[in-house]
C-alpha cells in the first residue's frame, strides 16, 4: 500500500501543485486547508507523513506541529515563507523533521520526503534477539513489548521516547552528548537541529513526572539513579 501525506496549506495552487507532484511519484495524498480540520481527521486516520504551512487560519503550523509530535514520530515536513533562522530553529524544536522556505521546488520537496521516508524505515539502535525486562527504582521497561510503566503506571510513549529511556536505562549515571541521543535515537544521516532532543526530554518529564533525567550543562543529559537502586 502506498503512503500517505497529509497536507495543510491554504494556498490552494500550492496544494494542487505538490498533490500533483506527489501523486505522479505514487504517494496518496490528502489535502487540507485548516490545521483544526487535519488534526480531527487525524485522530481517526494515521498518516505517514505531515506537510504543514505555517501561517494558517486559526491554529498555526507549529501549534499542530506540536501537537503531532506529542503522540506520533511521523515525519514532519514545515513549508512556510518565513526564512528567517530563528523560525527553522523554532519549528525543528518542536518536532520537525525538516524546513522548507517557499517559494520552492516542487521536485526538492519530493526528494526530502523521500529522504525522510527512507531515513524512517531504517533501524537506528542497536537491537538484540534476546529481550528482557529493565527495572531502575520506579521505572519499567519491557523492551518485548515495548511498554513503559512509571510508578507502577503505564506510560504511553512514542517510538522515539522509548528508544531515549532505553538508551538511559541500560547505562545509568552515564552521560551522554546531545550528539550522542541524536545519532543513537534519530541516526546518522538525521539532518536536523539537536535540540530535537531537548524537547524530547522535555516531553519525557512531563510524562513520567520525577523522572531523574538530569542535564549536564553544556553537554548533554543523564538519567541519575543511586546505586542501591539499580
Known amino acids: 500500500m502506498s503512503q500517505q501525506i497529509y497536507i495543510v496549506e491554504d494556498d490552494p495552487n500550492i496544494r494542487d501543485i505538490v498533490k500533483a507532484y506527489l501523486t505522479k511519484e505514487g504517494y496518496q495524498v490528502t489535502l487540507m486547508e485548516r490545521a483544526e480540520d487535519a488534526w480531527a481527521k487525524a485522530k481517526a486516520e494515521k498518516p505517514d507523513m505531515w506537510i504543514l504551512d505555517i501561517m494558517l487560519p486559526g491554529m498555526d503550523g507549529y501549534e499542530l506541529c506540536k501537537n503531532i509530535r506529542e503522540v506520533s514520530e511521523v515525519p514532519i515536513i514545515i513549508i512556510s515563507a518565513k526564512d528567517e533562522?530563528?523560525?527553522?530553529?523554532l519549528g525543528l524544536e518542536l518536532g520537525s523533521d525538516d524546513y522548507l522556505t517557499k517559494p520552492f521546488s516542487p521536485r526538492e520537496l519530493v526528494a526530502r520526503i523521500k529522504r525522510l521516508f527512507k531515513r524512517a524505515s531504517t533501524p537506528t539502535t542497536n537491537k538484540t534477539d534476546e529481550f528482557e525486562t529493565i527495572e531502575i527504582d520506579a521505572l519499567k521497561i519491557d523492551q518485548a513489548a515495548r511498554?513503559?510503566?512509571?510508578?507502577?503506571?503505564?506510560?504511553?510513549?512514542?517510538?522515539k521516547e522509548f528508544e531515549m529511556l532505553e538508551i538511559f536505562a541500560k547505562n545509568a549515571n552515564r552521560a551522554f552528548s546531545r550528539d550522542e541521543l541524536?545519532?543513537?535515537?534519530w541516526g546518522d544521516d538525521y539532518f536536523g537541529s539537536d535540540r530535537a532532543v531537548d524537547d524530547l526530554i522535555k516531553r519525557l518529564?512531563?510524562?513520567?513526572?520525577?523522572l531523574p533525567v538530569e542535564t549536564v550543562w553544556g553537554y548533554g543529559y543523564r538519567l541519575h539513579i543511586d546505586e542501591e537502586s539499580k
Open 85 to 89: 533562522e530563528v523560525d527553522k530553529i
Open 147 to 159: 511498554q513503559v510503566f512509571w510508578q507502577d503506571a503505564e506510560i504511553d510513549v512514542t517510538s
Open 182 to 185: 541524536l545519532t543513537l535515537v
Open 205 to 210: 518529564r512531563k510524562k513520567l513526572d520525577g
